[in-house]
């Protein structure tokens, strides 16, 4: 088994930076690959950015160029760094890592205004 937890999410306004962070614990030997997905009010779970065990980082379209995942083997945390963020980004954010099974985080907030 895999816990998650979360953290960094808040209120923002249009233009602003926030970090995401999400520790892993448990049977984290097991754990390949590691993702984050965000959730917007009446929308269906959306994938935002994976990155490897070997350190290759896949993104969605829409947050090219302003997201950024990382990953912290010593911390067993993934962040996803979040820059020049819009009120589209507005969502829950959720980290998944991808092992023997699949394993989420609760979420965390994240509101931008305008």
């Known amino acids: 088994q895999v816990q998650l937890v979360e953290s960094g999410g808040g209120l923002v306004q249009a233009g602003d930076s926030l970090r995401l962070s999400c520790e892993a614990s448990?049977?984290?030997?097991?754990?390949?690959?590691m993702a984050w997905y965000r959730q917007a009010p009446g929308q269906q779970r959306e994938w935002v950015a994976s990155?490897?065990?070997?350190?290759?980082?896949n993104y969605v379209d829409s947050v090219k160029g302003r997201f950024t995942i990382s990953r912290d083997n010593a911390k067993n945390t993934v962040y996803l760094q979040m820059n020049s963020l819009k009120p589209e980004d507005t969502a829950v954010y959720y980290c998944?890592?991808?092992?023997?099974?699949?394993?989420w985080g609760q979420g965390t907030q994240v509101t931008v205004s305008s």
């Open positions: 998944k890592a991808v092992g023997t099974s699949d394993y």
């Open positions: 448990g049977d984290i030997l097991s754990i390949n690959n």
């Open positions: 990155r490897t065990s070997g350190g290759a980082s």
